[in-house]
């Protein structure tokens, strides 16, 4: 479906040669539905047979490219999808690329027993982590002293232990050292 075909006839007695269907003759002709259509051909001149040609218009297999998410972080798994009522897929590039950047990867899927194909392309992006820095506004403190922690480098922070809100005061466990991660 979508290819073009030309059909050609030839008179034996110098007739016009016409074509039903929407057909010309020696004109490249696009179908637009798939199926199994006749086409037949007649002449102005009576010495002229008339005859007809079956052509057979296969769909084109629908193809599905998709990946989990099209935002991904630098390090985290890429996995690409392939779906549709192809039977045979490939992938251009063939590997997947980690590096930070934008990326395309076009998915073409094939009909084994008609040849036909189709295609279908996915846009992901790996973005650079950010540097994340944390900070206390005290190394040093008293017991059931509040500590301030806070994070930089990014939009959101997530401290552990749990439990623990960036910017917000809150009272260690007791005396000792902690390790707080962000």
């Known amino acids: 479906l979508g290819e073009s075909f030309t059909l050609d006839a030839e008179s034996e007695s110098g007739g ?14 696009t179908p637009g539905t798939s199926g199994v259509f006749t086409y037949s051909a007649t002449s102005d001149s009576d010495g002229d047979c008339a005859f007809s040609i079956d052509i057979t218009v296969n769909e084109t297999p629908v193809v599905i490219a998709s ?10 798994p890429i996995v690409l999808a392939a779906a549709g009522t192809a039977d045979v897929f490939s992938w251009d590039p063939v590997a997947i690329d980690p590096s930070i950047g934008v990326h395309t ?21 790996v973005h650079d982590l950010p540097t994340v820095t944390g900070a206390a506004d005290n190394d040093e403190i008293c017991a059931d002293f ?6 930089g480098g990014a939009d ?3 401290w552990s232990p749990a439990g623990i809100s960036n910017g917000v005061p809150f009272i260690p466990g007791g005396p000792g050292t902690y390790t707080y991660n962000v």
């Open 16 to 29: 016009v040669i016409t074509w039903d269907g929407g057909v010309i003759d020696e004109v490249a002709y």
């Open 67 to 76: 990946a989990d998410d099209e935002d991904f972080c630098f390090g985290d």
């Open 146 to 151: 509040p500590i301030i922690l806070t994070g």
């Open 156 to 158: 959101s922070y997530v």
């Open 105 to 125: 990867y076009t998915l073409t899927g094939e009909n084994s027993l008609t040849g036909c194909i189709g295609t279908d392309e996915i846009t992901i992006e």
